[in-house]
């Protein structure tokens, strides 16, 4: 896993969201995943030996800023 300060790729944020929200939350949005993102994302997961309280925050700030702009999209923008 890269130290705090690196830049992390998008499968490596999806893999540290995903143990952010947990199992149960996670099962619902992996199995709307093509297969071959499954296994890169499980592959990260496996090989995640730390995560900082920072880092877990702004992934997941990133995430949810990410789901506000898609809803205001989706909805007609402006």
């Known amino acids: 896993m ?3 300060g690196t830049k ?3 499968i490596q944020k999806a893999a540290i969201l995903f143990i952010t929200l947990g199992p149960e939350a996670s099962a619902g949005i992996i199995k709307k995943l093509p297969e071959s993102e499954i296994q890169k994302i499980t592959y990260e ?3 995640i030996t730390s995560v900082s309280s920072e880092q877990r925050e702004e992934i997941l700030d990133e995430f949810l800023e ?3 702009a898609r ?3 989706v909805e007609g923008g402006m």
């Open 45 to 47: 997961i496996a090989n």
């Open 2 to 4: 890269p130290r705090e």
């Open 66 to 68: 990410m789901n506000k």
């Open 71 to 73: 809803d205001y999209i």
């Open 8 to 10: 992390l790729t998008g």
